[in-house]
T-cell receptor, first 112, second 113 residues
Framework: QKEVEQDPGPLSVPEGAIVSLNCTYS??????FMWYRQYSRKGPELLMY????GNKEDGRFTAQVDKSSKYISLFIRDSQPSDSATYLC????????????FGGGTRVLVKP | GAVVSQHPSWVICKSGTSVKIECRSL??????MFWYRQFPKQSLMLMAT?????????EQGVEKDKFLINHASLTLSTLTVTSAHPEDSSFYIC?????????FGPGTRLTVT
């Protein structure tokens, strides 16, 4: 079993819909949770960073962390075709020296 | 802020030659940088952790003598692929840490012929 599980998709939604992404993990020591967006042949771009449980909102993006369930989510409101990309969740604990453990990525397609 | 650059963005080299890839944090200092490789439609695979002024720490299975890493300053780390072979062809990505956040470069596509 992988430390971080993420549905590979593809997840196809119409423009304007809410995109819902999630990851589950098994290591209870993870404290820092990140979501990255990666376009084809590009490096990942940091979208959201959260520490511990709770919600965080930034523009069209909302990240949720439920440490009791070992479950994190990313919601993208009013999705645009430009949101079509692969979304990677990543997490770490300070003891690991900032090393990130990634999910496999979810491919998202937003259709005009 | 938090921009990381890589050079070159793509490179083609002949088998047996060496290739150097540079990773720079442009607007912040990074005591720790990481090097990853990524195969098509797969997630990132961590190769090594690079700390300024000390030897890199390699992940299990990564050949230290083949992938030489030097972290010369707080803004520059280099990865040299020595005696490259076609199986080393891949997308190499670096990242730099600022606090608990990790920022990635745009990646370097290496093709070994």
């Amino acid at each position: 079993q992988k430390e971080v599980e993420q549905d590979p998709g593809p997840l196809s939604v119409p423009e304007g819909a809410i995109v819902s992404l999630n990851c589950t993990y098994s290591n209870s020591a993870f404290q820092y949770f990140m979501w990255y967006r990666q376009y084809s042949r590009k490096g990942p771009e940091l979208l959201m960073y959260t520490y511990s449980s709770g919600n965080k909102e930034d523009g069209r993006f909302t990240a949720q962390v439920d440490k009791s369930s070992k479950y994190i989510s990313l919601f993208i409101r009013d999705s645009q075709p430009s949101d079509s990309a692969t979304y990677l969740c990543a997490m770490s604990d300070w003891a690991a020296g900032n090393k990130l453990t990634f999910g496999g990525g979810t491919r998202v397609l937003v259709k005009p | 802020g938090a921009v990381v650059s890589q050079h070159p963005s793509w490179v083609i080299c002949k088998s047996g030659t060496s290739v150097k890839i540079e990773c720079r944090s442009l607007d912040f200092q990074a005591t720790t940088m990481f090097w990853y490789r990524q195969f098509p439609k797969q997630s990132l695979m961590l190769m090594a952790t690079s700390n300024e002024g000390s030897k890199a720490t390699y992940e299990q299975g990564v050949e230290k003598d083949k992938f030489l890493i030097n972290h010369a300053s707080l803004t520059l780390s280099t990865l040299t692929v020595t005696s490259a072979h076609p199986e080393d062809s891949s997308f190499y990505i670096c990242s730099a840490t600022r606090g608990y956040e990790q920022y990635f470069g745009p990646g370097t596509r290496l093709t070994v012929t």
